[in-house]
């Protein structure tokens, strides 16, 4: 989703997707299918310091409370951990996904529905 101060984060996203897009259409035919994952926020390490930046630019008094923001947005109540992203990667690797290809698959917890 694109935030203000983000612009060319968000940009550079949208055009991650459409090249994941042109290329599924030009591999197709060999059987190769490409997609992308699209997680929410995560907390890692990385996270963690982008936790710290945006409640600090947001206005929020503490991380926690930023963090509290987060959970309360999301509809399945919290951020996405990184098993959840695992596990979508997984399955597009598996036989299962065979024909899925061309897609941007949003791991958000329903806070991104495309």
């Known amino acids: 989703m694109g935030q203000a101060g983000q612009t060319n984060y968000s940009a550079s996203?949208?055009?991650?997707?459409?090249?994941?897009?042109?290329?599924?259409?030009?591999?197709?035919?060999?059987?190769?299918?490409?997609?992308?994952?699209?997680?929410?926020?995560?907390?890692t390490g990385l996270g963690a310091q982008q936790n710290e930046y945006f409640s600090?630019?947001?206005g929020f008094d503490t991380v926690e409370?930023?963090?509290?923001?987060?959970?309360?947005k999301n509809p399945m109540g919290r951020p996405g951990l990184s098993t959840d992203t695992a596990a979508a990667c997984a399955w597009l690797a598996s036989d299962e996904a065979f024909y899925v290809t061309?897609?941007?698959?949003n791991v958000s917890g329903g806070e991104e529905m495309h």
Request: proline residues 2%.
């Open 13 to 43: 996203k949208a055009g991650m997707i459409g090249m994941t897009r042109a290329l599924a259409r030009e591999v197709a035919s060999r059987g190769i299918t490409v997609n992308a994952v699209c997680p929410n926020h995560v907390t």
């Open 56 to 58: 600090r630019l947001l």
């Open 65 to 72: 409370a930023y963090i509290a923001d987060m959970h309360r």
């Open 102 to 105: 061309g897609e941007a698959l």
